[in-house]
């Protein structure tokens, strides 16, 4: 059984999960091969991957959209 390692409002998030919405959301920012890191202090979690140019990209998530993506997740 996984650990949640975030929760937010009432629910919890074990690393997978969070690790597959970071791809989500970094392929439809255009980065692939995305990782993760939350933070707690800011309320989002920073999706880390690379562009199309090879170049390492970053965009942040508010965690207020975190179900929305978890939602569309397979």
């Known amino acids: 059984m ?16 969070l690790d597959a919405v970071a791809a989500l959301y970094g392929e439809a920012h255009g980065l692939r091969d995305c990782n993760c890191e939350i933070y707690h202090d800011f309320e989002e979690l ?19 959209q975190l179900e929305r993506w978890v939602k569309k997740l397979p």
């Open 2 to 17: 996984e650990k949640f390692v975030l929760r937010y409002r009432k629910k919890g998030y074990p690393q997978s999960v």
């Open 46 to 64: 920073a999706v880390f991957g690379t562009d199309e140019n090879g170049k390492i990209g970053e965009v942040t998530m508010p965690f207020s």
